[in-house]
């Protein structure tokens, strides 16, 4: 079966500082991935999605930039962390088989910016 | 720009209740309608996946789409306090991407 991890679940960062969160995929091949900020008490925002490996498509500008190193591979970064950048980061993944557009959600990344 | 629309809520249903989530979408060409649970402080989890006009059953959650009125609904039905959560809204277009709802509250009560 298919699982998605997600890590660290939980971070606290100073403004200026750099961000890194990975998520990983098993049990499939070649899958969508994507990341999703949820800020307080707002919706769910797409930030970045990935096709294949060194493919991104950004959604929104901002200072935080994802990469695909490997195939079932997603990494979400900052060089420098904004009061803004707080809020449950998300990354999902589609199968590159199956019905329509279903995602499916790691277990998400709290990040507190202060 | 896609947009999804639910009601923010909180709606307060008594146990044993129907609870009726609602949700409308602008992108016209829209093929795909989920909808997602979120409990407070984890991600969300898919309940429901529809993608034709009509109602979809899966034990005590209906889902109904009309595509004519871009109205998407999800029905719980026999409500639990464990069904308290927020529901999120998805709609899926011709690329592998989602929109979401800002989501609806339920709180079940006893």
């Known amino acids: 079966s298919q699982t998605i991890h997600q890590w660290p679940a939980t971070l606290v960062q100073p403004v200026g500082s750099p961000l890194s969160l990975e998520c990983t995929v098993e049990?499939?091949?070649?899958?969508?991935l994507y990341w999703y900020r949820q800020a307080a008490g707002r919706g769910l925002q797409l930030l970045f999605y990935?096709?294949?490996?060194?493919?991104i498509s950004s959604e929104v500008p901002q200072n935080l930039s994802a990469s695909r190193p490997q195939d079932r591979q997603f990494i979400l970064s900052s060089k420098k962390l904004l009061l803004s950048d707080s809020g449950f980061y998300l990354c999902?993944?589609?199968?590159?088989?199956?019905?329509?557009?279903?995602?499916?959600f790691g277990e998400g990344s709290w990040l507190t910016v202060v | 720009q896609k947009e999804v629309e639910q009601n923010s809520g909180p709606l307060s249903v008594p146990e044993g209740a129907i609870a009726s989530l609602n949700c409308t979408y602008s992108?016209?060409?829209?093929?795909?309608f989920f909808w997602y649970r979120q409990y407070s402080g984890k991600s969300p989890e898919l309940i429901m996946s529809?993608?034709?006009?009509g109602d979809k059953e899966d034990g005590r959650f209906t889902a109904q789409l009309n595509k004519a009125s871009q109205y998407v609904s999800l029905l719980i039905r026999d409500s639990q306090p464990s069904d308290s959560a927020t529901y999120l809204c998805?709609?899926?277009?011709?690329?592998?991407?989602?929109?979401f709802g800002t989501g609806t509250r339920l709180q079940v009560t006893l």
């Open positions: 049990g499939t091949s070649n899958p969508n």
């Open positions: 992108d016209r060409v829209s093929q795909s």
């Open positions: 998805a709609v899926g277009g011709t690329a592998s991407k989602l929109t």
């Open positions: 999902a993944w589609r199968p590159l088989q199956g019905a329509g557009n279903t995602i499916y």
């Open positions: 990935s096709v294949g490996i060194g493919q």
């Open positions: 529809i993608y034709s006009n």
